[in-house]
Each structure stands twice: as C-alpha cells, then as structure tokens.
C-alpha cells in the first residue's frame, strides 16, 4: 500500500472511530445510597456492574453503618445527608441518586436541598415520603410488613435490632445462603432517631426533581402494597417491577442493574 493510501486509510479510521464516540450515550455520575441494617458492601454488586456498562458511580456508606465508626448520637437525618452531599459534591456534576429502603428518606430530603445536583431519583423498594413524614410514619402504615414485628427496641442505646433468625425473612427471601452470610457477618443495630426524623419538603425543591421507582414484589420489608401507595402520590418519570425480595441487589443485582440502566436512558 503506498504512503498516501495509508494516510488516507488512517484518516478514515480516525473519523469513524470518532463518529462512534459521539453517537455513544456519555456516562452519568450515578450515586448509590444503602438502607437500614446494610452499608455501602451491600450495593457493591450492582455498583460494579454499572461501571462495566459504562457508567460512573459511587457509593454513600451512611454514618454509624458498614465500617463507618460514627457512634449512634451521630446518626441524624441530617449527618446521612451530609454524607450524601459530599458524594454527588464529589462528582462535580448533577447525579442519578438511588436510596434503598431507609435511603429514599435521605435523598429526598438531599434534593430538597440542592435540587440542581440532582438529574433523577430513584426509589429503590424506598420510602418515598410527603412532606413532615418520617420513616417511622409509613412505616405504622404498612400492615403487611415483616419488619415490625421482628424489630427489637433497645431504647437505651437508641437502636433497633432484627435477630438473626429472621433476617432471611424481613429482607432477603430469595438470597442464596452465601448470599445470606454477607447479611449476616456485616449485620449492626440501626439507630432509630433519623427513622423517627420527619422530611421538610417543597413542591418548588424536592417536588421539581423527576423521580423513578423500582418495586418489589416479594418485599416483606417495605410491602409491594406500600411501594405503590407512596408512588401513587407522586408522579414518575418512569418504574421497574422486580419479582425479588427487598434485597435485589444481593439475591439479583443483574435486574437491578438492568432497571437502573433503562429508567436513566
């Protein structure tokens, strides 16, 4: 081949490469924030898959969770937002904020503080409060919940404590027992004040920012009928129905991946 058909060969191998850059979809700066009883070891599965598909992600470890050594007096409403905060500050951009469970509590109340920082919401078997509701509200409201009646009080400490004979139960029917010992071996007490904690939330705010739910028909944490109650009052950008029990990024992290994936598309 001489030398001018090399470089026009190259040049078209440039220009092709460079027309597929840009008809690619550019990554979003996804954050993801764990629930009551898990830490950010929880969601890892599902964080590593979006990366493989692309997508630029971190993970919240919330105060007095995981490895995080915070005592149980720091554990507010308030200090898991912080820590929100400085994740999506972090990324420089605004974000794809998914809460699991508990987090649906703190990323709302995230977005009522900087809405602009947020591109999506998205309710992962969440909480999805109105305003002046806590966690502790809908959960009175949920009868078909497992949750309460496994929950043990230690009002001294200030926590809440599953036993170990019914954490299968209350948030991973379907998770294998290796699945099952991850549970276990990171298992702490939840503190209880920010479960206690009510949001402040403005239609102008919170109310402005585009939310999606993924629901969960085996929950018998936060029940399938209270996922859509709490849907049913806010309008969604989009939904995913997942046929797994509250912990899907455990027992199926692929349909989560999956669904995170086509709701942020």
Request: glycine share 8%.
């Amino acid at each position: 081949m001489s030398t001018m058909n090399r470089m026009v060969t190259r040049k078209w191998v440039v220009l092709a490469a460079l027309g597929a850059f840009a008809g690619c979809t550019p990554p979003e700066r996804v954050v993801l924030v764990h629930g009551a009883w898990m830490g950010a070891w929880a969601l890892e599965p599902v964080a590593d898959q979006l990366r493989q598909q692309g997508q630029k992600v971190s993970v919240v470890e919330l105060p007095t969770h995981g490895q995080d050594q915070t005592p149980v007096s720091g554990a507010t409403l308030d200090a898991y937002v912080n820590k929100v905060g400085e994740a999506v500050d972090a990324e420089g951009q605004p974000v794809v904020l998914v809460g699991h469970s508990m987090a649906g509590m703190v990323i709302s109340q995230y977005a009522e503080r900087a809405p602009a920082k947020v591109k999506l919401l998205v309710y992962l078997a969440a909480y999805l409060p109105a305003n002046g509701q806590s966690l502790q509200d809908l959960a009175y409201t949920d009868a078909d919940s497992h949750l309460g009646p496994a929950l043990v009080v230690d009002a001294e400490h200030g926590t809440g404590a599953i036993p170990q004979d019914k954490l299968q139960d209350v948030f991973c029917a379907d998770c294998t027992a290796a699945e099952m010992t991850s549970i276990q071996s990171n298992y702490r007490d939840e503190p209880l004040a920010p479960i206690g904690t009510p949001v402040q939330l403005s239609d102008a705010a919170w109310g402005s920012v585009p939310k999606a739910y993924v629901f969960t028909t085996g929950d018998h944490a936060v029940s399938y009928g209270l996922q859509q109650t709490m849907a049913a009052k806010v309008t969604l950008a989009g939904s995913e129905t997942l046929d797994t029990s509250h912990s899907p990024f455990l027992s199926a992290p692929s349909q989560v991946t999956g669904a995170v994936q086509r709701l942020i598309r």
